[in-house]
T-cell receptor, first 115, second 114 residues
């Protein structure tokens, strides 16, 4: 069964450093998403991406964040200068354009720890 | 804006007990409703979904019925197992909005004791 994959599973970085979180969505999906979950808190939407551009973003997704689909398979989230409060689990998701377009398939997450 | 409210727990049950986790929502459109489950140390997995009023989603013994009149999507299971211990998230997605992000509830932690 096709699945969304994410790498790395755990990333530790120093405050102020740049990090790139990587995701490989399901191959025939066209819509891509990033969410985050601070430890013990709810899952929060960050950004959605379609047709090589951002379609929607939340207040959390400020200028420190960017997303990119550098090739036909990867979807990345970059945080330019990490802050302590960026420590969270980051989930990538994807969905298709068919009948189930509103069902999103989630990856296993990348745990980001900012020291 | 759209929102999801669910009982916050934690919920602790004995094995074979009946489970109900309440979920209510507010939405401007006609949302699809979902329950996702997060097992310890893992990501989010779709448990079940319903895309229109009176639909019943079911999977692995869990059920939830889309009640438009009460704007609810309560999760139930007749007999829980220790392996059901996880965090359960109710979520909605507005039907008709391509690329619409999900709105998640705060999650309910379930612990099932042997």
């Amino acid at each position: 069964e096709p699945e969304v994959t994410q790498t790395p599973s755990h990333q530790v970085t120093q405050m102020g450093q740049e990090v790139i979180l990587r995701c490989v969505p399901i191959s025939n999906h066209l819509y891509f998403y990033w969410y985050r979950q601070i430890l013990g808190q709810k899952v929060e939407f960050l950004v959605s991406f379609y047709n090589n551009e951002i379609s929607e973003k939340s207040e959390i997704f400020d200028d420190q964040f960017s997303v990119e689909r550098p090739d036909g398979s990867n979807f990345t989230l970059k945080i330019r200068s990490t802050k302590l409060e960026d420590s969270a689990m980051y989930f990538c998701a994807s969905s298709d354009e068919g009948q189930n377009y509103n069902e999103q398939f989630f990856g296993p997450g990348t745990r980001l720890t900012v020291l | 804006g759209d929102s999801v409210t669910q009982m916050e727990g934690p919920v602790t049950l004995s094995e074979e007990a009946f489970l109900t986790i309440n979920c209510t929502y507010t939405a401007t459109g006609y949302p699809s409703l979902f329950w996702y489950v997060q097992y310890p140390g893992e990501g989010l997995q779709l448990l079940l979904k319903a895309t229109k009023a009176d639909d019943k989603g079911s999977n692995k013994g869990f059920e939830a019925t889309y009640r438009k009149e009460t704007t609810s999507f309560h999760l139930e299971k007749g007999s829980v197992q220790v392996s059901d211990s996880a965090v359960y998230f109710c979520a909605l997605s507005d039907l008709g909005n391509y690329g619409q992000n999900f709105v998640f509830g705060p999650g309910t932690r379930l612990s099932v004791l042997p």
